[in-house]
């Protein structure tokens, strides 16, 4: 992350703010998404597991995993429009 936003010391004056503010917009955004889905999905899991332990299991681990998917692909847009 800090290859993105920059070292809060060592950035040049101003760079810091700017690209901590970018990353956080961004980031809270993906914790609302995550957010919002949580209730939905946690549902869906108490109730398979109440006929399968393992697909309640399954559908939790689904979420996680597109989760992380989202988190790294942010990153590396990230990456990419800070150049």
């Not at 809060?8 to 914790?31: A, Q, T």
């Not at 597109?66 to 990456?79: A, G, H, N």
Request: aromatic content about 4%.
């Amino acid at each position: 992350m800090d290859n993105i936003k920059g070292d809060p010391i060592h950035s040049l004056p101003g760079h810091y703010p700017v690209k901590n503010h970018r990353v956080r917009i961004r980031f809270d955004e993906l914790e609302q998404e995550f957010e919002s889905e949580l209730p939905t999905t946690m549902g869906r899991a108490i109730a398979a597991r109440e006929s399968d332990p393992q697909a309640g299991a399954h559908l939790l681990d689904e979420f996680s995993q597109r989760c992380v998917d989202k988190v790294v692909e942010t990153i590396r847009d990230l990456l990419k429009e800070s150049g």
